[in-house]
């Protein structure tokens, strides 16, 4: 593949010898990287040992982040479906039917041509490895919206088989999944995060040599609820004194960790990662953030934002990103302005030099290219929505300002209501709508214009709900049992995972290596402005509202 010739400057963006930032994000403009894009499920800004927090241990992601650009404004929605759904369409959810996470709800309209699509009609292949939750149903299916290569659960959730997960699922949750691989149902082997990226990782192999670029979306169920993790994974946190429930949380995002150091591993070894932009993320803010630490309730890192999943404050939407693109992308270098999810359709668009339909919905968010090229690059100010939906059927209008907000560069309008000033109040503890009407009238007229835009397209409301045997992964699982019976299946060849704190590879591993709760990857270097800042606010007092940490979350 032709690669991107551009020269790094210290002050922070790219530079070719002889353009301005302008050019400079014009020759980023069809340069067709591989993407690489890693999403993670209900982990939090605070749920990383470089973002702050002193007891989970993320040594591998850790690393990434020193070498990323990161967006420290980037902004999801509240809840699963609705961000993937952002993601897949560049629209905010409500505009393409997504207003729930269950009851068909949470089906992207047919009429969206998706990010895959568009990618593919610029010569991408493209491969889904993990949660999709944008509809079961044939027409819905990632394998009719743009991806060749699918390995996905059903629903929103392994063993969510109300929703539509297969029911063989419910038993042994995370472990030996049944899942779906393009047309055939199949029986899988192994812990879901390590089968999702050893899937995501050999068929990155098979690409590899072809003169085509490749999209793979490696898309996880974890840290999602029920809270499951390998014992290697969790035997370090019991033995500290955490409930079950923290420390296999915890444990699923060290696992989550290591094969991240695989994945960028192999990228390597490959001679991959000149040619690939790679990005971390997750889908929304934390969950089970309070938990027992030898018998007494504690409340977790949350990065001291108020909220979480399911949310309309900060700690429901804003999330870490970090975009490593080796040689081309500078290292260390933070992009401080509002980023929106809606914002990566365009950007990815313009990266392959896609041409898109001049029939298509149109696009909610813009380019980041500006940005990557020069973090100084004009970027005016704009009011981003948010709404976590979810009401019950037939009480819309009641739920119009129930759990929703306006963002800008400065203000958070939440619920119609409270104002916050998230420039100077990061941490949403001050209310200052009564000091500032004036941008408070204008939040909410702009809200009501956005919310008057979105009625005509939640096509899903009304619809019926589906119980589990009735669902399209039951339906089809009984059949394909029928017909042929459900094959074991396994990727062509296994890469070894090692364990990053230990040096053991997982299955001959033990407990990890005893580390004191404070120490983590960062306390060995100097820290970078955003952690200084997350160390900071960890002395002060938790303003997070959180949710139980024992609790299961079946729905999202």
Known sequence: MKKLCLILVAAGFLLPAFCDASAQAQSLKGSRPNIV?????????????CMGNEVVRTPNIDQLY?????????????????????????????????????????????????????????????????????????????QSRGFDEVLMHGAGGIGQ?????????????????????????????????????????????????????????????????P?????????????????KGTAARYGMIENIDDNVGLLLKKLQEWGQLSDTFVIFTTDNGATHLSGTLNGERIKH???????????????GTHVPAFLYWKGVLSEGVDIDQLIHHVDLFPTFVELAGAELPETMQPLDGRSILPLLANKEADWPDRERFVHCG???????????????????????????????DITNDPSETTDVASAKPDVVARLRQAFDQWWDSALPMMVNEGLPSVKGPNQPFAIRYEKQLQEKG??????????????????????????????????SAADTEPLTRIQKRARRKNKGKEQSSETSGLEEVPQQ
């Open 301 to 315: 890192f949350n990065y001291n934002m108020k909220g979480a999943k399911n949310s309309p404050n900060e700690g």
């Open 66 to 142: 020193q070498q990323s650009t990161r967006l420290t404004d980037y902004h999801v929605s509240p809840t699963c479906a609705p961000t993937r759904a952002a993601l897949m369409s560049g629209r905010l959810p409500f505009m393409v039917g997504v207003t729930h996470t269950i009851q068909q709800r949470e089906r992207m309209a047919l009429d969206v041509v998706t990010m895959p699509q568009a990618l593919k009609s610029a010569g991408y292949a493209t491969g889904l490895f993990g949660k999709w939750h944008l509809g079961d149903d044939l027409p819905y299916l990632p």
């Open 161 to 225: 088989v109300n929703f539509g997960d297969f029911a063989a699922n419910k038993n042994n949750v995370y472990f030996d999944n049944v899942l779906l691989h393009n047309d055939t149902i199949v029986q899988t082997k192994g812990f879901c995060t390590d089968v999702f990226f050893q899937a995501g990782l050999n068929w990155i192999k098979e690409q590899k040599d072809s003169d085509s670029p490749y999209f793979a979306y490696i898309s996880l169920n974890a840290p999602h609820a």
């Open 227 to 243: 809270l499951v993790a390998p014992k290697d994974y969790t035997e370090y946190f019991l033995n500290l004194g955490y409930d």
């Open 390 to 420: 979810r009401w019950a059927k037939g009480k819309r209008d009641e739920g119009k300002y129930q759990k929703t907000a306006v963002r800008t560069e400065r203000w958070r309008l939440v619920n119609h209501e409270e104002l916050y």
């Open 486 to 519: 459900i094959p074991d299946w396994a990727p062509a060849e296994s890469f070894l995972l090692t364990r990053a704190l230990s040096g053991n590879t997982v299955s001959d591993s033990t407990a990890p290596q005893t580390k004191a709760a404070g120490d």
């Open 37 to 49: 894009f890693v999403m993670t499920d209900d982990q939090g800004m605070g749920d990383l040992s």
